[in-house]
């Protein structure tokens, strides 16, 4: 019996079953480089802390790109990863080779490198440690933040109202064409509580959906519009830094529509992406009515599944990496309450445009792992 080539039986041979679809990019494979570093797992879903690994060791390795792939790799599957022991000997520029190159072994479009904040040239824009201020080098420093996006409307609420700390959940650069992948957090002053990081893994939050509701995510897009650059530069008399880490970040581009579910392009897994959080105006092509239903349901899936979420107690000279695809994450804005200024440092990459490949599989199907 001759085998069909062509109409319905494009993806049969011989009554055999239908070829999978093949995956927009394959996944990429741990070659077990770093299995040699002492590490404990945040959570079963999220996160993985090494307590004593110094990144310096990685960096002067022979086999240091295997390695930092491996720790690439890892980052993407896990989330999150947490570096313990104080990083006193890394110095700036090697932190940022490290955040460039955990994009380059993994694929990131060529052309694309490290973010440049959109408000580089404002003058609150705080000096590193050493008097200098670097480009790719974002200083966070809670008091300095509150001068940067003083222009920054929020939702108006009564003096005696407690702060709405959902506004905090975000992806790095959402805002951008072209988000950020790989964000690499190192602390360098801290007070001895308070100011905590929490990660949440958009991996599992697609699936806790019902598969129905999932299918429908899928169709949609978010608005990601962040209108305080272009009223900060305003304000502030200077231009906006152009471009960002890749072509297509550029000028007054603020507003993108992303994928509120997309394909994590080195897992190949889906995830649950731009559908909340404070560079989210708004969901696309529905009612505002369903808009709000969305977005405060996605926020719902956050606070009812604590069990997705990893959270960071900084401690000096620590170091957390995220894969921004497949995590949201929101800090603690609660330092007023002790004394000490939280200060860290934050170099950022910019991967892809984000894409949903429909041939992709959440995490639990993906690892063959039970659902409940």
């Not at 006193?88 to 479009?109: A, I």
């Not at 650069?173 to 002053?189: A, H, I, K, V």
Request: glycine share 6%; with cysteine; proline share 8%.
């Amino acid at each position: 019996m001759a085998t069909h080539q062509n109409g319905n039986h494009a993806n049969e041979t011989n009554g055999h079953s239908p070829v999978a679809p093949k995956l927009r990019k394959e996944p990429l494979k741990n070659s077990g480089s770093i299995d040699y570093l002492e590490y404990v797992d945040v959570t079963p879903v999220i996160g993985r802390e090494y307590p004593t690994a110094q990144i310096k060791d990685i960096l002067n390795a022979p086999n240091s790109d295997q390695q930092l792939r491996d720790l690439a790799i890892t980052i993407c599957e896990r989330g999150v990863v947490f570096f313990r022991a104080p990083q006193d000997d890394l110095t700036v520029e090697e932190q940022k080779h490290v955040t460039y190159m955990l994009g380059k072994l993994t694929g990131r479009p060529e052309g694309h490198g490290l973010h440049v904040h959109p408000l580089y040239n404002d003058p609150n824009n705080l000096e590193m440690a050493d008097g200098t201020k670097d480009p790719n080098i974002y200083v966070i420093n809670s008091e300095a933040m509150k001068k940067l996006y003083k222009t920054m409307k929020t939702p108006p609420r009564a003096l005696t109202e407690p702060r709405d700390l959902s506004r905090e959940w975000h992806s790095d650069s959402l805002y951008e064409n072209c988000p950020s992948d790989f964000s690499f957090l190192r602390m360098q002053d801290t007070p001895p509580s308070g100011g905590d990081t929490l990660w949440c893994s958009g991996y599992e939050l697609y699936d806790r959906i019902s598969p129905s509701f999932r299918s429908y995510l899928e169709t949609l897009t978010a608005t990601c519009a962040q209108p305080v650059f272009e009223s900060a530069c305003l304000t502030g008399g200077y231009d906006v830094t152009s471009p960002r880490g890749s072509p297509l970040n550029k000028d007054y581009e603020f507003a993108p529509s992303h994928p509120v579910v997309r394909t994590h392009p080195v897992t190949g897994w889906k995830s649950l992406f731009a559908g909340v959080g404070l560079h989210v105006s708004r969901i696309d092509d529905v009612h505002t009515y369903e808009d709000t239903m969305i977005r405060d349901y996605i926020m719902r899936l956050i606070t009812r599944n604590h069990d997705c979420v990893a959270r960071m107690h900084w401690t000096r000279q620590a170091c957390a990496i995220w894969s921004n695809p497949c995590t949201l994450h929101a800090a603690t804005p609660d330092t007023h309450l002790v004394d000490g200024i939280r200060v860290g440092v934050r170099a950022t990459g910019i991967g892809e445009v984000p894409y949903f490949d429909p041939a992709s599989k959440g995490r639990r199907e993906a690892l063959g792992l039970p659902w409940n």
